[in-house]
C-alpha cells in the first residue's frame, strides 16, 4: 500500500510509463523526497512483472539466440576502449577532458548511492523492528521464568501436553510441551514430524524441566514437507534416525 | 549457478554466463515483446536489444535488489511499448529497480507462478483485467482506457492500481 493515499493510482501508472504531463511531474517530484512511495513504485513495477507472465507464449527462434551471442563476440565492452595513435599534442587536453569524465562518473555513481544507502536504511529500520518483534515472542515462548498455565477441563489431573506450531513453506517449527513426565536416565524425548508420504523425520530432541515444560525452536527440517501428524517417543539422549516404539504422544493438525 | 554469480561473471565479460542467462529468460522477455507488439520480427529485435543491454551495461541491474527475470521482463516491456508507439526509450534502464516476491530464476517457480497469475487474472471483475491489459500490453494511457471504455478517469485509475496490487497479494500468504 502506499503511504500517501493521493499518489496511489499515480503510482500504478508511472509503473507502467503510461502517466504523462502534470500529473507526472507532481508524482515524480514527490518521489525525490519519499522512500516509501519510491518502495511501492518498485514493488509496483514488481506486480507489472507478474503480468508479463501471462504472456506465455512460443519459444522464441534458435536464430535470435545465435543473433545475440555472435553481437556479443564482436561487441566491444565498454571498459575495453579501442586504442588511438597517440599525439603528444593534444595529451594533456586528453587528460583533462577524461578527468572530467572521470569526475563526471564519481559524482553521478554518488548520487546514485546515496540514493541506494537511504532506501537501504528504511528497509534496514523495518526489518530491525520486525526483528525486535520476534525476539520478543520468542524470548516469551522459551523464558525459563515464564508462568506456564494450561487451561483444562475442572477436576482433571494435568495431562502431559504438547503444541507444535508449523509453517511448511518455511519449514519453521516451534513446539511447546508441558506436564511431561520425567525421563529414565540417558534418555529423551524425541520429536518426530510424520509426513503424509514417507517416513518420519526427526525435529528435534529435547528434556523437559523439572516443572515438565519444553521447547523446540525451529529445528532443521527439509523443505516443504506436508505434516499429516506430530509424535513423541523416548529415545537415547543422541537422538534416533527411526522412531522407537512406543509413541508416547501424537497429534494431528487441525 | 546462482543469479549474482552470473551477472558478476557477465560483469567480466564471460560469454557464457550471458548463454546461460538467455536461455533462462529468453521465454519470458520473447513472450512479452510477442505479446504487445504481435509480430515475431519486431519480437525478436527487443529480445535482442534487451539482452545486449544487459552485456553493455550489467551494473544497470542491481542484484541486490531481487529478480533479474522481472527486470528484465520490465524492461522488454517498456522497450516493447516504445516500439509499438514509435517513440524514443525515456527511461534509462538503470533507474529500473523492480521488487517482487516470488523467484522467478527456475522453470517450475515461473509455472507456479503463471498459475496464480491466471487465477487472479480470471477472478477479477472482466472491466478491470481489461483495462489492465490495455494499460500494460497496449501502453494505453488512463485517458485513453477511458475514453474507449466510456468510463471516468478515476474509476480506471483505481481499477489498475487496485488490479496490480491483487496480483502482488495472490503471492502474499
Known amino acids: 500500500m502506499s503511504a ?23 508524482v515524480e517530484k514527490h518521489l525525490e523526497g519519499c522512500a516509501a512511495c ?3 513504485l518498485e514493488r509496483l513495477r514488481g506486480d507489472t512483472a507478474l503480468l508479463a507472465l501471462s504472456a506465455s507464449g512460443p519459444a522464441p527462434p534458435q536464430r535470435s539466440r545465435e543473433r545475440l551471442l555472435q553481437a556479443i563476440a564482436q561487441e566491444p565492452r565498454a571498459q575495453k576502449i579501442p586504442a588511438r595513435r597517440s599525439s603528444w599534442s593534444i595529451m594533456p587536453w586528453m587528460a583533462a577532458a577524461t578527468l572530467l569524465l572521470v569526475a563526471g562518473f564519481f559524482w553521478k ?3 546514485r548511492l546515496a540514493q541506494r544507502v537511504a532506501r537501504l536504511q528504511d528497509e534496514s529500520t523495518q526489518r530491525q523492528a520486525e526483528l525486535e518483534r520476534a525476539r520478543e515472542v520468542v524470548s516469551t515462548l522459551t523464558s525459563t521464568d515464564a508462568l506456564r498455565v494450561t487451561l483444562v477441563a475442572a477436576q482433571t489431573p494435568p495431562q502431559p501436553q504438547g503444541k507444535a506450531i508449523y509453517v511448511r513453506d518455511r519449514s519453521s517449527l516451534i513446539f511447546l510441551a508441558s506436564n511431561l513426565p520425567g525421563l529414565p536416565p540417558q534418555k529423551a524425548y524425541e520429536l518426530w514430524l510424520i509426513p503424509a508420504n514417507g517416513a518420519p523425520i526427526p525435529a528435534g530432541v529435547f528434556k523437559p524441566d523439572a516443572r515438565g515444560s519444553a521447547t523446540v525452536i525451529e529445528p532443521p527440517l527439509p523443505a516443504g514437507v506436508d505434516a499429516k501428524t506430530f509424535a513423541i517417543t523416548i529415545e537415547p539422549e543422541q537422538g534416533s534416525a527411526t522412531p522407537t516404539m512406543p509413541i508416547v504422544m501424537t497429534g494431528a493438525g487441525e | 549457478m546462482s543469479e549474482t554469480s552470473l551477472v558478476w561473471a557477465i560483469r567480466s565479460g564471460d560469454e557464457s554466463a550471458m548463454a546461460t542467462l538467455y536461455d533462462r529468460y529468453s521465454g519470458l522477455v520473447y513472450a512479452v515483446a510477442l505479446r504487445v507488439l504481435g509480430e515475431t520480427g519486431a519480437a525478436e529485435d527487443v529480445l535482442q536489444e534487451v539482452f ?14 531481487g529478480n533479474l527475470g522481472a527486470w528484465l521482463a520490465v524492461i522488454a516491456r517498456n522497450r516493447a511499448i516504445d516500439g509499438l508507439r514509435k517513440r524514443r526509450p525515456e527511461t534509462d534502464i538503470a533507474d529500473v ?17 503463471l498459475e496464480k497469475v491466471r487465477a487472479e487474472l480470471n477472478a477479477m471483475p472482466a472491466p478491470q483485467r481489461k483495462a489492465l491489459e490495455m494499460a500494460y500490453f497496449e501502453g494505453l494511457t488512463h485517458v485513453e482506457i477511458a475514453a474507449k471504455s466510456g468510463e471516468p478517469l478515476g474509476t480506471i485509475k483505481t481499477r489498475i492500481r487496485t488490479g496490480l496490487q491483487a496480483l502482488r497479494q495472490a503471492f502474499e500468504v
Open chain 2, 52 to 65: 545486449l543491454q544487459l552485456w553493455r551495461n550489467p551494473a544497470a541491474f542491481d542484484s541486490s535488489r
Open chain 1, 109 to 111: 555513481q554518488s548520487d
Open chain 1, 4 to 26: 500517501h493515499p493521493q499518489f496511489a493510482d499515480d503510482l500504478a501508472l508511472l509503473a507502467l510509463g503510461t502517466l504523462q504531463g502534470d500529473e507526472r511531474v507532481a
Open chain 1, 38 to 40: 519510491r518502495r511501492e
Open chain 2, 97 to 113: 529497480v523492480v521488487s517482487v516476491e516470488p523467484d522467478l530464476a527456475g522453470e517450475a517457480e515461473r509455472s507456479r507462478a
